[in-house]
């Protein structure tokens, strides 16, 4: 293995991902790209839709969104059912 | 009968036993040549052939290459080799060895033509692989490989029994669909489903996969990745087309492996995870059976096979180069390993299904085909999925791992050979992802599905950048479950703690009962002696001595029950 602890006199850097002005342009970034999606509904149209639901209006955005909200939730609740101490099996 | 066919995947196999006669490093390159010339005569075969061998009477089809088991020949050859180029830097002939012979057994295995061919090759991938994960060489990868084989094994015997019924019961063993259309199935198709099942982590079958990838060595995983759950893909798209049940099986597998991979700390666990989660997309598929979901599942092998191959080597060469995965002890290593770093986030962009990369291209098609089918819960439930995939291989596997909060860790970057193996994965990755009529003229059957109408590159956008977005939400509310050491119970549990707390319960509840029986029983006796003792002792009624006036009147007693005896 080739493990490299970090030296204790080195300086932490910040790379370009770091600085919190380029992470707030990315958040906007994001944002500004998901308004452009969601209004990118109005303009075409579904040729070939199999439910009615698709053809909803910004309906895998939201879906998206509370899809991924109820992952994270349920992860959430599952980790107090099954989260025991990283060496239970060892003991 | 033998014709003039060479069996795919047997150049490997026997070429890996000459390995370790080879230096150190011609090892590690040995089997990249094997590789390589096992996929030149394999693509040099005509499609359609056939090798027949006869042996106890039966005939076996060693060899049947049709346009299923070509696709997945040539995925399987693929991978072996981006495996191999990967794994240059190992000096453990073990490896190189185990590595070859079960590349070329997985091979082997999808163009078996008959069931008994096929449980050799099924049971070959078993034993060889294990080697990957013990070569680990620690107490913890012993134990885990130990549960895999057995489980592993396991799938071969009930593969076994179900050839050996269905052989008594038809007089075939060839291995084609196993079920009629719309027809029952019987006990030997249902041993042959769960032997496939086994191997493809259906749910509660599963934990194996998540118990033994993340313990084998940095490269022996990316190996694992590629063959063990494809080849019972493959299996089940030949033997269980259109099973209706495949389709919820599916749909379990691709939602419960989501969840746990949210909070799982070791990243290549989170990618087993993340493996088993796009298996059920596959198994969806094939439950589907129509020709789109058809294809759909093997062009999503195939792009996955390499997207996962890419994801793995990169968690391998964090693991090769910082000694952990833990998400809690990674982070900010962007700096110091920016082209590990770009190829996961292409491997992660490419499993999330972005326009442009492969995962794209061919989940698409099995979602289409839900929708084709009119499937409506199905369809709704592989978008969940698809968000989920999103959460975990999308977003939580490069973040936590090259950004979020900086370690200090400064690794170095990625061995050079390690960099090209994840550069031609990320290239094929993309490559796919634009070049999608090259995979699809290979698929089963005729395609003409276009992955990139408006309507599909505007909702799938929609989908994973409000996915990304709720990401950054949670973040920002602190409801983003943190990153924790810990243990994650699964169904590994059952077996790992449960029974052995039962048996171990019930050795104490027999010793409970046990000591009971014994302590009365001998309770009894010493009350039994006690009284004994007391009849005979000096006060006892037989032991004191006796007036001769009480002797006088028993005597008297006893002779007249003798004369009312006599003259009865």
Known sequence: ??????????????????????????????????????????????PHPHFALETTFGFQAWFGFVAFVGVVFLGTLLRMIVRRDEDYYDR | MIDSVLPPGLIMILG?????????????????????????????????????????????????????????????HLAAIISAIYALHVRDVRQHVAASVYAGAAIGACCAGDMITLFVYWELTAISSVFLIWASDNER???????????????GVLLLSGVILRYVGTGSIDFVRFTPEGGAMNISAMLILLAFGIKCAFPLLHNWLQDSYPEATVTGTVFLSGFTTKLAVYALARGFPGTELLIWIGCAMTLFPIIFAVIEND????????????LGFMVVGIGIGTEL????????????????????????????????????????LHKSMPWTTGFCLIGAGAISGFPLLSGFISKSMIISAAGEEHLFVVWLILLVASAGVMEHSGIKIPFFAFFSHDSGKRPKEAPMHMRVAMGIAAILCIALGIGY??????????????????????????????????????MKAHLYPAEQRSTNLDTDWVYRRAFPMLIHGGAVVIGWA???????????????????????????????????????????????FCLVLYYL
């Open chain 1, 1 to 46: 293995m080739n493990i490299e602890e970090p030296k204790p006199d080195a300086q932490p850097s910040t790379s370009w991902f770091e600085r919190p002005e380029n992470v707030r342009l990315l958040i906007i970034g994001l944002c500004a790209a998901c308004l452009l999606l969601v209004l990118a509904d109005l303009v075409y149209e579904n």
């Open chain 2, 267 to 278: 990243l290549r666990r989170v990618l087993a995870y993340s493996l088993n989660n796009q």
């Open chain 2, 437 to 474: 009529p090259l995979l699809y003229s290979l698929l089963p059957y005729e395609s003409d599905y276009h992955p990139y109408t408006i309507t599909h590159v505007v909702t799938q956008l929609q989908l994973l950048l409000f996915a990304t977005l709720a990401f950054v939400v949670l």
């Open chain 2, 16 to 76: 890996a036993w000459v390995l370790p006669f080879l230096s150190r490093k011609a090892q590690a390159i040995g089997v990249l040549v094997l590789s390589a010339i096992s996929l030149g005569v394999f693509l040099l075969t005509p499609t359609d052939q056939h090798l027949n061998i006869g042996l106890f009477g039966l005939t076996l089809d060693v060899v049947r290459i049709d346009s299923l088991s070509r696709i997945f020949g040539i995925i399987f």
């Open chain 2, 514 to 560: 046990d000591g009971l029986v014994r302590r009365g029983f001998l309770a009894l006796l010493n009350r039994f002696l006690a009284g004994v003792e007391d009849m005979f002792s000096e006060r006892g009624m037989l032991g004191r001595p006796w007036s001769t006036g009480v002797m006088t009147f028993w005597a008297t007693i006893l002779l007249a």
């Open chain 2, 293 to 332: 979901a058809i294809n759909g599942t093997v062009a999503h092998a195939f792009c996955h096979i390499i997207y996962k191959a890419l994801l793995f080597m990169s968690m391998g060469a964090v693991l090769y180069r910082v000694g952990t995965v833990k998400a809690t002890e990674l982070g900010g």
């Open chain 2, 141 to 155: 990868a012993y134990r885990s490989g130990m549960r895999y084989l057995i489980i592993q094994v396991g799938s």
